[in-house]
């Protein structure tokens, strides 16, 4: 457990979305020709993923220090494949559906990134509630979702936007300045 947070130990999952980011800004062609014809298998990944590895979070299961990182992000780089080439509000007017879930799921990614900081804690306090009250995996592994949002969402609100308030205040329309003059 100890050094599944080093960054050397987790490049490749980083490695592989600036790969994505490549293909996508230079090899676009085939990029989305291989996406399309392969979307349903990518998204699949993407839904196995999402199913088997948080629960073995959860269980303290050796998996997810070992390969288990190399599912989720192989699993959501599916997941962002597929989303790259998916024109969503066609896929919804020819399927009479409503683009309201979408919007809020897309709200989410606002507060993503303290949503991505304070997960860990979350989780932390989840397996603690697990072993006090002797929670079911399934209903852990919804309550880490849920509190991971809000947690990500309140501190997002009292943190985050306030600090980018006064960064966007004191220097977004200033122009850089050379280190060197």
């Known amino acids: 457990m100890t050094n599944m947070f080093y960054s050397h130990n987790r490049f490749d999952s980083l490695f592989f979305g600036v790969l994505i980011s490549h293909w996508y800004h230079f090899k676009h062609d085939k990029l989305e020709k291989f996406v399309t014809k392969h979307k349903r298998k990518l998204f699949a990944i993407f839904l196995l993923v999402l ?6 979070l959860l269980i303290i299961s050796p998996l997810v220090p070992t390969i288990g990182f190399t599912f989720l992000y192989l699993g959501f780089g599916a997941l962002l494949l597929c989303m790259l080439f998916t024109d969503i509000k066609k896929y919804i007017s020819n399927k009479k559906m409503s683009l309201r879930p979408y919007h809020y799921i897309g709200k989410i990614g606002i507060y993503s990134y303290s949503i991505y900081l304070f997960h860990g804690m979350v989780s932390l306090k989840i397996k603690s509630l697990r072993i006090e009250y002797k929670l079911q995996d399934e209903f852990a592994v919804i309550l880490y979702f849920c509190l991971s949002i809000l947690v ?8 985050e936007f306030p600090m980018l308030k006064i960064r966007d205040k004191y ?3 200033k122009p850089t300045q050379s280190p060197l003059n």
């Open 51 to 56: 199913v088997i590895t948080p629960i073995h």
């Open 152 to 159: 990500g969402v309140i501190i997002s609100k009292l943190i």
């Open 171 to 173: 220097y977004s329309n």
